[in-house]
Nanobody
Framework: VQLQASGGGLVQAGGYLRLSCAASRIMFRAYDMAWYRQAPGQERELVAS???????TYANPVKGRFIIYRDNAGDAVYLQMNSLKPEDTAVYYCSTVDRGRRHWGQGTQVTVSS
């Protein structure tokens, strides 16, 4: 499994970013996918997930602001982040589980200035 995340950056509060995660070496359409984040000094937490058939879940802090979606033809999952807040600042990771083991992308930094 290979996961390559991109799209992070520095943005002002109220702004938006779209994260992308390209997957390879898996039959992507069959896999549930997720985005996690980890802020400095904090544990990694689930942000959003999407099942193989498109069902989505969101952590309470991002509900109504973030949207997770997937492109099975392109083997990619996205996280559209709107109305960003300083507390969204973190390294964001895409992730999936293959044969009982969780795999992580390399992470992409999102910094939201106030």
């Amino acid at each position: 499994v290979q996961l390559q995340a991109s799209g992070g950056g520095l943005v002002q509060a109220g702004g938006y970013l779209r994260l992308s995660c390209a997957a390879s070496r898996i039959m992507f359409r069959a896999y549930d996918m997720a985005w996690y984040r980890q802020a400095p000094g904090q544990e990694r937490e689930l942000v959003a997930s999407i099942t193989s058939d498109g069902g989505t879940t969101y952590a309470n802090p991002v509900k109504g602001r973030f949207i997770i979606y997937r492109d099975n033809a392109g083997d990619a999952v996205y996280l559209q982040m709107n109305s960003l807040k300083p507390e969204d600042t973190a390294v964001y990771y895409c992730s999936t589980v293959d044969r009982g083991r969780r795999h992580w992308g390399q992470g992409t930094q999102v910094t939201v200035s106030s």
